[in-house]
């Protein structure tokens, strides 16, 4: 399974991921724990896979793509909305100081939660709630990274960012057509915007 994971790790280099933090990352958190076992043979294909209520775990490379964009680094506190397995927030806590995670699904919610716990990922805090609203008593953020489409960016999420935090969400309301973007926030009222990928994810609720 290491040998496969690292495999995967160099196709993720070798398809544009630079930043040494993530690719570290992504060597160390393992993946095949956060899928059923069913589908470990398949744990370190760089795709999506179904992890239960019609949701899936995030491809490898749009994790690690999100993850670069989101300039994560020792200090940050993140927020990932639509948490699912869990994996994504893994990742983003092998990097970050500290992570936030929310999951609409209260099934997904408790798995997430305890294999993060089981697999020693404790600076995880992961609730079950609507991450559209985010996580207000526990901003304002560095990074919010969204694993959800939606129509536009929630204006909540906009909001708990700090100055110069970024967020990393898709957005669109057809699946065939959502582009990730990335928006800083460069003041109070001061968002830039820009696209980085075409992408397909599960829609926000
Ligand atoms: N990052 C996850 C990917 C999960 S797929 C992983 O690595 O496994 C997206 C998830 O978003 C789904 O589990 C879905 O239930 C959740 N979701 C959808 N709308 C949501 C909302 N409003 N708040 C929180 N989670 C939501």
Redo the contacts with the bound molecule.
Sequence with gaps: MLDARLRLVEQLRNRGIADPRVLDAMARVPRER?VDPSLRDFAYDDA?LP?G?G????QPYV?ALMAEAAELGPTSRVL??????????A?YAGIAQKVFA????QN?AEQ?ALRLATLGFGDVALRQ?????GWPDEAPFDAI?V??AAGAPPDALRRQLRIGGRLIIPVGERTQAQELLKIVRRGEDDFEETSLAFVR?????
């Excluded at 949701?55 to 995030?58: A, D, G, R, Y």
């Excluded at 639509?82 to 994996?87: E, F, K, L, N, V």
């Excluded at 709630?129 to 609203?133: K, T, V, Y």
């Design positions: 956060f999506p992890i209520g949701q899936t775990i995030s994790v990932e909305v639509g948490a699912g397995s869990g994996y994504a927030a990742v929310i999951e609409l699904n997904l997430a709630g609507d991450g559209a609203e990274l694993a959800a994810f599960v829609p926000l609720r």
